[in-house]
């Protein structure tokens, strides 16, 4: 069975540090896509970028940029400079074909907090 | 325009009653989906339709009954409403062309308190 592990529950740093936020996975499927996505206090679910298992490229966005190592079954996203918009609820999520409509499996989460 | 859009975003209701949460998308998608986040914020998925087809069910009691009354819409009915059915309920859509991975996209979520 697939599993996600975030195993940061909470990490709070000063506005324009740099920050790492964690996920693991596991899963039998040579085929499959990893996601990231936020949950801001206003409570809805963005989504923030999507890889799948073949991609192993690095992927920057801005200020925000995701490193994939299959190797060790990671999926780590980095937020630089960061800033107090970013205090949000992050979450990684995998996906593997479930007979016709994906579903996501999700980690826990990582609160982010971002200090003035 | 909302992508996927829930109804209502907020409702307390008492034990025992029964409610339905309204969802809609207008992104063309073909598969919709019920998430449930508890009050730990662990995200799980209740069901999941491919073109009005119920695809994932994962163990989930039968008081909670998903409706798709076409590619567009999915509503989720709850009966006999219980304390621990207090969650935040997340309808979601995404395209299933026969490959797996196409990104999913959350409404804003339904919060229901069960007093």
């Known amino acids: 069975a697939q599993k996600v592990t975030q195993a940061q529950t909470e990490i709070s740093v000063v506005e324009k540090e740099d920050v790492t936020l964690d996920c693991v996975y596991e899963?039998?499927?040579?085929?499959?896509?990893l996601f990231w996505y936020k949950q801001p206090p206003s409570g809805e679910l963005v989504f923030l970028i999507r890889?799948?298992?073949?991609?192993?490229q690095n992927e920057i966005s801005g200020r925000y940029s995701w490193n994939f190592q299959k190797s060790t079954s990671s999926f780590n996203f980095t937020i630089t400079a960061s800033q107090v918009v970013d205090s949000a609820v992050y979450f990684c999520a995998l996906s593997e074909d479930r007979g016709g409509a994906d579903g996501l499996t999700f980690g826990k989460g990582t609160h982010l907090i971002i200090q003035p | 325009d909302t992508a996927v859009s829930q109804t209502p975003k907020y409702l307390v209701t008492q034990m025992g009653n029964d409610k339905s949460i309204k969802c809609e998308q207008n992104l063309g998608h073909d598969t919709m989906y019920w998430y449930k986040q508890d009050s730990k914020k662990f995200l799980k998925i209740m069901f999941s339709y491919n073109n009005k087809e119920l695809i994932i069910n994962e163990t989930v009691p039968n008081r909670f009954s998903p409706k798709s009354p076409d590619k567009a819409h999915l509503n989720l009915h709850i009966n006999s409403l219980e304390l621990g059915d207090s969650a935040v309920y997340f309808c979601?859509?995404?395209?299933?062309?026969?490959?797996?991975?196409?990104?999913?996209?959350f409404g804003e979520g339904s919060w229901l308190t069960v007093v």
């Open positions: 899963t039998r499927d040579t085929t499959y896509y």
């Open positions: 979601a859509s995404s395209y299933r062309t026969g490959r797996s991975g196409n990104t999913i996209y």
């Open positions: 890889r799948n298992s073949f991609d192993e």
